[in-house]
């Protein structure tokens, strides 16, 4: 039973493409998170929810939106995407967002923009 | 400065060797901390935190906080070619209810 999962594992695209990553967790965490990792792994957080309420939303170009339809899943639209944007993307969750609780990532999703 | 300061490596270490990994980071109101370890094209899973100054043992790990100093390590005992793998330091960042995560020190364990 996979703790926090992620669809697709592998997305290539074309510049100016629409796509979206979308994640579950079914260990009944309140928050959930988006990170970016890029090529030289250095992991940065995106955006949190906590109990479908966004929580942070870091720098990050408008071209991204997430959603969380409810606290068990966190999705992430990605519009009109550009070469930078590859990456891999992970999500994570953990018990709540004011203590600093263990965070469980997803196997994160490789997005390769040609 | 950086928020999280480690050295990218590689640390190359013989089998059955103590690896020690360093971390430092910036930001003085910060309480907890976590290691992660990476394998290459995996997703990062939790090793160790450590919330309060001195040791912390788990095993073969040993976490290392001096708040003082801003400083916190990791220390691997008998080193095995199965922790070859990229450590990520983070500090939880009380302020802005997030974890920052330094690049990450490479470990190579030698057989």
């Known amino acids: 039973d996979t703790a926090v999962s992620q669809t697709p594992k592998y997305l290539v695209t074309q510049m100016g493409n629409d796509k979206s990553i979308k994640c579950e967790q079914n260990l009944g965490h309140d928050t959930m998170y988006w990170y970016k990792q890029d090529s030289k792994k250095f992991l940065k957080i995106m955006f949190s929810?906590?109990?479908?309420?966004?929580?942070i939303n870091e720098t990050v170009p408008n071209r991204f939106s997430p959603k969380s339809p409810d606290k068990a899943h966190l999705n992430l639209h990605i519009n009109s995407l550009e070469l930078g944007d590859s990456a891999v993307y992970f999500c994570?969750?953990?018990?709540?967002?004011?203590?600093?609780?263990?965070?469980?990532f997803g196997p994160g999703t490789r997005l390769t923009v040609l | 400065q950086k928020e999280v300061e480690q050295n990218s490596g590689p640390l190359s270490v013989p089998e059955g060797a103590i690896a020690s990994l360093n971390c430092t980071y910036s930001?003085?109101?910060?309480?907890?901390f976590f290691w992660y370890r990476q394998y290459s094209g995996k997703s990062p899973e939790l090793i160790m935190s450590i919330y309060s100054n001195g040791d912390k043992e788990d095993g073969r790990f040993t976490a290392q906080l001096n708040k003082a100093s801003q400083y916190v390590s990791l220390l691997i005992r008998d080193s095995q070619p199965s922790d070859s793998a990229t450590y990520l330091c983070?500090?939880?960042?009380?302020?802005?209810?997030?974890?920052?995560f330094g690049s990450g020190t490479r470990l190579l364990v030698r057989p």
């Open positions: 929810y906590n109990n479908k309420e966004l929580i």
């Open positions: 983070a500090p939880w960042m009380d302020s802005s209810y997030k974890l920052i």
């Open positions: 994570a969750s953990s018990q709540s967002q004011v203590k600093s609780d263990t965070q469980y």
């Open positions: 930001d003085r109101g910060s309480q907890s």
